[in-house]
């Protein structure tokens, strides 16, 4: 199977989209990313899927803490910017829960520390243990083939 086929067929499924936040040695970094979901109630589990190529890799195997932060409908911007697609002019703050990063003004920031990791092919699959949770009001921002959507309620599906 070609790549083209396995990314349109996973592009189908519509996620949330998150900025997986770290700090290591003093520098903050972000990463887009929709490949998270939850995994376990008890204990409180998450995970999140890097590529072998990012950056962020190596951070998160040294920081052992980083943040999932869910991102909301006004926060396009920053899901491009974390994901190298564009640049830009303002320099995004960060907030900090538990001395980890956030993104500021995100749906929710789940901070974690690292509990396991498991290589998946090109991936690492990074699964956190939540330490705290902080919600805000909003609506979430929306992935599906490739493109950004928001919630319409009127879209909602009846019974
Ligand atoms: P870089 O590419 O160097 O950094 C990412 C960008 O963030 C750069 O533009 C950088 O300037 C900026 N940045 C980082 N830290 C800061 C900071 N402190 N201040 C200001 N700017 C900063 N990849 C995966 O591995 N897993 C996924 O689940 C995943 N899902 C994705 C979902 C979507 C919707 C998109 C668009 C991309 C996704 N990607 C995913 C791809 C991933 O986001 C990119 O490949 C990303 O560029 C990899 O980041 P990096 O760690 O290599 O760092
Ligand atoms: P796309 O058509 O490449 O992605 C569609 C879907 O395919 C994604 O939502 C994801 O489920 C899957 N996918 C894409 N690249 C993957 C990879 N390297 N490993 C595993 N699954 C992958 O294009 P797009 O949605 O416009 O994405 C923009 C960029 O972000 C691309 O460079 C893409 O590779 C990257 N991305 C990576 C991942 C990931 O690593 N898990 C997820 C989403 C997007």
Redesign the pocket.
């Known amino acids: 199977m070609d790549?083209?086929t396995?990314?349109?067929?996973?592009?189908q499924?519509a996620?949330g989209v998150t900025i997986v936040t770290t700090e290591y040695e003093k520098n903050v970094h972000g990463m887009?990313?929709?490949?998270f979901m939850s995994v376990s109630l008890n204990p409180k589990l998450i995970a999140v899927?890097?590529?072998h190529r990012?950056k962020m890799l190596r951070k998160m195997i040294e920081a052992q803490t980083f943040a999932v932060n869910i991102l909301t409908e006004r926060q396009k911007e920053l899901s491009m910017l974390f994901?190298g697609?564009i640049k830009l002019e303002k320099t995004p703050t960060f907030a900090r829960l538990h001395g980890v990063p956030i993104i500021e003004d995100s749906l929710v920031s789940v901070v974690c520390r690292l509990f396991s990791k498991k290589v998946a092919?090109?991936?690492t699959i990074f699964i956190g243990e939540v330490i705290d949770i902080k919600t805000r009001k909003g609506e979430p921002l929306l992935?599906y083939?490739?493109?950004y959507y928001r919630l319409s309620s009127s879209m909602e599906v009846s019974p």
Do not use: K
């Open positions: 790549d083209r396995f990314r349109q067929a996973m592009g499924f996620t887009t990313a929709n490949a899927s890097v590529d990012a994901a697609q092919g090109d991936h992935f083939s490739g493109n």
